[in-house]
């Protein structure tokens, strides 16, 4: 009897144990609280439909039940600090440079994930969060995949803001089998006079010139239209971290997919919410892309764009695109 009654005991115990594990919180809702989100209000369709693209993204990985929205009116920190006050927010996404900075100045400790800023780890030590900026072997196996004889990368580039992409785009670079030649500019001057020289020397089917997500570095009104000019009678080809410059004319270029950007940043915030002590918060660069490319220029460069190719690129610029 006492031998029967020690089994249906520890079987009670193992049923109950099972139980509760079941029932046992998800990752997501393992703390109680909301997640807010902060972006600037826009009147403008393009920049909202960016900004709703990658809060689709948030609430496809987060559920509308636990998500706050707070589109901001215009700049001020003191909007934040009296929107959060009385919630129960566990963690923030910021989206944006103005939410980004009206977070860093209102005082609030809430554990903070940022994105869809040019976020860099030289200029925002500390931060959490992905860049815009492209992961650069992204970057590089795209070249290869259009132009395998590529053998030089040329890039210009601020060491104060941008040493860290350069790094990786070193680090990657041999894999491909191309060489990475980098040359720093801390400003606008600078650049143009290298990015003026540079363009007179590349040679056809041996270099390319990489143009990364720096308005500061690049005069577009006048300069960019050069590179793309010369690119053309030069026969080199120009890739960019920028939507808009595919469309001008470089190569291809590498853009956010502005949904799955999303995703991935309410995952960042489900770990700030399970462990808001966490001391490994970093920036990285965008891996969530899609991909842009310029049919006449890649037709002038011999590419073939016909087939699985063509399906490769999201986006077609030029002449015939569809």
């Not at 100045?105 to 976020?119: F, H, M, N």
């Not at 815009?132 to 995949?145: A, Q």
């Not at 799955?260 to 960042?268: I, V």
Request: hydrophobic fraction near 45%.
């Amino acid at each position: 009897m006492i031998r029967w009654l020690t089994v249906f005991v520890c079987t009670l115990a193992i049923s109950v144990l099972s139980l509760a594990a079941l029932l046992a919180p998800s990752p997501v809702t393992a703390r109680q609280g909301s997640v807010a989100v902060i972006y600037p209000k826009t009147e403008e369709a393009a920049y909202r439909r960016i900004f709703e693209s990658v809060l689709e993204g948030i609430r496809q990985r987060l559920g509308r039940d636990r998500l706050e929205v707070y589109p901001l009116q215009g700049a001020g920190s003191g909007q934040l600090k009296d929107a959060l006050a009385y919630r129960s927010v566990v963690a923030v996404i910021t989206l944006g440079r103005q939410a980004y900075q009206d977070y860093q100045a209102s005082g609030v400790t809430v554990p903070v994930v940022s994105g869809l800023l040019d976020l860099s780890p030289d200029l925002n030590p500390g931060a959490n969060g992905i860049s815009l900026s492209v992961d650069p072997p992204l970057l590089l196996e795209i070249l290869k995949r259009v132009l395998p004889d590529t053998k030089r990368i040329h890039v210009v580039y601020n060491p104060a803001k941008d040493q860290w992409l350069i790094d990786l785009a070193k680090q990657a670079a041999p894999k491909f089998g191309v060489e990475l030649i980098a040359y720093e500019a801390s400003n606008l001057n600078a650049a143009t006079q290298r990015y003026l020289d540079l363009i007179q020397h590349l040679e056809a089917g041996r270099d390319a010139l990489w143009l990364p997500l720096d308005n500061q570095l690049l005069e577009e009104d006048t300069v960019l239209p050069l590179i793309i000019e010369s690119s053309w009678h030069r026969r080199f080809a120009v890739f960019s971290n920028s939507l808009p410059h595919a469309r001008l004319g470089a190569l291809f270029a590498l853009y956010p997919d502005n949904e799955a950007l999303g995703r991935h940043l309410a995952e960042r915030a489900i770990k700030l919410m399970n462990d808001p002590r966490q001391s490994h918060a970093t920036i990285t660069p965008l891996r969530d892309v899609k991909r842009a490319i310029h049919r006449r220029f890649a037709e002038h460069l011999g590419i073939d764009l016909g087939g699985p190719l063509r399906a490769y690129f999201d986006t077609v610029f030029g002449a015939d695109a569809n």
